[in-house]
């Protein structure tokens, strides 16, 4: 392969993943107009159709997406290879970019990391915080953190919390004016906060058991969110019930501010997993950051 040849592919893969010639050129640093002519001459030498340009987006044809499945596991190998060069430095180096929701990034990720740089100052590290689920290979992630049954069984999973617990919480003064729900069909009654999943959009369904008894409660309320801080917002201003994560508030219960309850239909489930391609090649910086976040119990 001739040197701009991989310039060209590198070139079409970068117009792909940012579907725009615009934001694909600010990322190569180069102009909207030698990059269209850089395309213009690789669909000349494989005498083939790539993008379909539109007036707003750009997209991969069917001979673009097949060049991608192609192109894209080899550039990442090669990124991979060239993090692994960092084993020749005195120091562990380079960008950990990673995909979490919210809460395990606040809870378990950034604790770990605080410590991490301030021990290795040339690691630089990412995090893009989105509930929804991502694809770390196509979006160029190094891992992703999710709960432990939601992780591909292809993927390589390190364990990096305990397990986690659910507590459905309201204000005392809720409770004193609408009644103290005992099972999780009394929700019906009641107001309760609901969760918008950006995954599929959906609403989130409270998931209870009891004695080996699933339940999944589908409530309602006035008011819908796609994030846990304003859940808990809302539900401390005591606009009624939320179902939120133990430790998110905990404290909250213990200073008397919130009351859990239907405590014993909430039994533990598995906790957050750091997860990365079984194919990765692991930089010092990576394996690093895996060691420090790896949960020992």
């Known amino acids: 392969m001739q040197r701009d040849e991989l310039a060209d592919l590198t070139a079409f893969l970068a117009v792909a993943d940012e579907g725009s010639f615009t934001r694909a050129a600010a990322r190569l640093g180069v102009s909207q107009s030698a990059l269209s002519h850089t395309i213009r001459r690789l669909e000349t030498r494989l005498d083939i159709r790539l993008l379909a340009r539109t007036t707003r987006n750009v997209a991969p044809t069917e001979a673009g997406e097949r060049l991608l499945q192609t192109i894209r596991p080899a550039f990442a190998d090669i990124d991979a290879q060239l993090a692994a060069l960092g084993e020749l430095r005195a120091k562990p180096a380079g960008t950990i970019r990673i995909t979490t929701p919210s809460h395990a990034a606040r809870a378990v990720l950034w604790p770990a990391l605080a410590t991490l ?10 995090l893009s915080i989105d509930s929804a689920f991502r694809d770390i290979v196509a979006d160029r992630f190094d891992a992703g953190v999710r709960l432990g049954e939601q992780v591909a069984r292809d993927m390589i999973a390190v364990r990096i919390s ?14 004193t004016a609408h009644g103290t729900p005992r099972v999780p069909q009394d929700l019906a009654a009641h107001s309760c906060i609901n969760l918008r999943l950006q995954t599929h959009g959906g609403l989130y369904a409270w998931e209870f058991e009891k004695d080996g008894r699933a339940l999944n409660v589908r409530v309602e309320g006035r008011l819908t969110f796609n994030t846990v801080e304003m859940i808990l917002q809302a539900t401390l201003d005591g606009f009624g019930i ?15 501010r919130l009351t859990r309850i239907l405590g014993d239909w909430c039994p533990p489930f598995s906790g957050y997993h750091l997860y990365y391609p079984s194919r990765r090649q692991n930089s010092p910086a990576f394996a690093l950051l895996v060691d420090r976040l790896r949960y020992r119990g």
């Open 117 to 126: 740089l301030s021990d290795y100052p040339d690691i630089h590290v990412e």
């Open 162 to 175: 305990p397990d986690l617990r659910m507590a459905a919480v309201a204000t005392p003064t809720y409770l």
């Open 242 to 256: 939320a179902y939120l994560p133990e430790d998110h508030v905990r404290p909250i219960i213990a200073d008397g």
